[in-house]
């Protein structure tokens, strides 16, 4: 085990093996990163989708009183 420590090309071999390593978790955070980000953006979209859905909601709601309000008053 010594000799392969001690060999000339282990340098360049481990060298290699930990500079492909390095570039490949550089390339899962990137994609981790813009992943995380896609995601926040698709909640925020659902969140204002939510919100306006409720506003419609009430608004029909005050429609719908309306004509309650219209079909029920005083007859003569």
């Known amino acids: ?3 392969l420590i001690n060999s000339p090309f282990a340098v360049p071999i481990v060298g ?10 550089i390339v899962a955070v990137f994609f981790w990163y ?3 980000e896609k995601e926040l953006r698709a909640h925020q979209d659902l969140r ?3 919100m306006e859905h409720q506003r ?4 029909l709601d005050v429609e719908l009183e309306k004509a309650k309000a219209d079909r029920g008053g005083p007859r003569m």
């Open 1 to 3: 085990m010594s000799e």
């Open 16 to 25: 290699t093996i930990f500079g492909t390593a390095m570039i490949a978790v």
């Open 34 to 36: 813009k992943a995380r």
């Open 48 to 50: 204002i989708r939510e």
């Open 56 to 59: 419609r909601m009430k608004e």
